[in-house]
């Protein structure tokens, strides 16, 4: 089956801009999940899907971070404005559900450099 | 604070020899333990999970062990391979907030000939 699919895999960009990362995960898959993982660290989660609602963001900077996923299927995670510690890998995760025991998949990645 | 955390940072392990990882997690309500494996470049990848009503599951290649007395989990990987070369997470949920994985540093694995 079909990977959890992220783009773009790598994106280098100034402090103070932009950027969105896009995710589809595993078909069928009704909880999306989006990790940072900073350069020698763990991932940390960021948000939780579950099908179109948010279940879990407690981690995630709201004055600057941003997630969606309208139709419950692929998601989106925007960054505005940018700062030089959001340097990371932004890692895409999905599972059946959202039950104990549903193995977690991940992402290859977006590597997201800010200068 | 609360963490999940490896004994060693890098291990270096030669070609068909066994390999084991270490854990130790402070959080005794965790229900459930993941090892990942992470190559450069890639995003994790599920190795094998354990439940805390267990002690020792057995994958290819690989067992896990939970010892919760001392909330200690191990990785063993039989005959490394250089394949087997890479970051090893260990990670625990702590029902029922599943999904929010709470990962440790990692432990660098080298495969020398």
């Known amino acids: 089956e079909a990977g959890v699919a992220q783009s773009p895999r790598y994106k280098i960009i100034e402090k103070r801009q932009s950027v969105a990362f896009w995710c589809n995960p595993i078909s069928g898959h009704a909880t999306l999940y989006w990790y940072q993982q900073i350069l020698g660290q763990g991932p940390k989660l960021l948000i939780q899907f579950q099908n179109n609602g948010v279940v879990d963001d407690s981690q995630l900077p709201k004055d600057r971070f941003s997630a969606e996923r309208l139709k419950g299927v692929d998601s989106t995670l925007k960054i505005q404005p940018a700062k030089l510690e959001d340097s990371a890998v932004y890692l895409c995760?999905?599972?059946?559900?959202?039950?104990?025991?549903?193995?977690?998949?991940f992402g290859e990645g977006s590597w997201l450099t800010v200068v | 604070g609360e963490s999940v955390g490896l004994h060693l940072p890098t291990l270096s392990v030669q070609e068909g020899d066994n390999s084991i990882i270490n854990c130790a997690y402070s959080?005794?309500?965790?229900?459930?333990f993941i090892w990942y494996k992470q190559e450069s470049g890639k995003g994790p990848q599920f190795i094998i999970d354990?439940?805390?009503?267990?002690d020792k599951r057995q994958g290819q290649r690989v067992t896990v062990l939970l010892n919760k007395t001392v909330k200690h989990l191990s990785l063993q990987i039989a005959a490394t391979q250089p394949g087997d070369s890479a970051v090893y997470f260990c990670?625990?949920?702590?029902?029922?907030?599943?999904?929010?994985?709470?990962f440790g540093a990692g432990t660098q694995v080298v495969v020398t000939p």
């Open positions: 990670a625990e949920n702590r029902n029922p907030s599943w999904g929010k994985l709470q």
């Open positions: 959080n005794s309500a965790s229900d459930y």
């Open positions: 995760a999905s599972s059946y559900t959202g039950s104990s025991g549903n193995t977690i998949y």
């Open positions: 354990i439940r805390s009503n267990m």
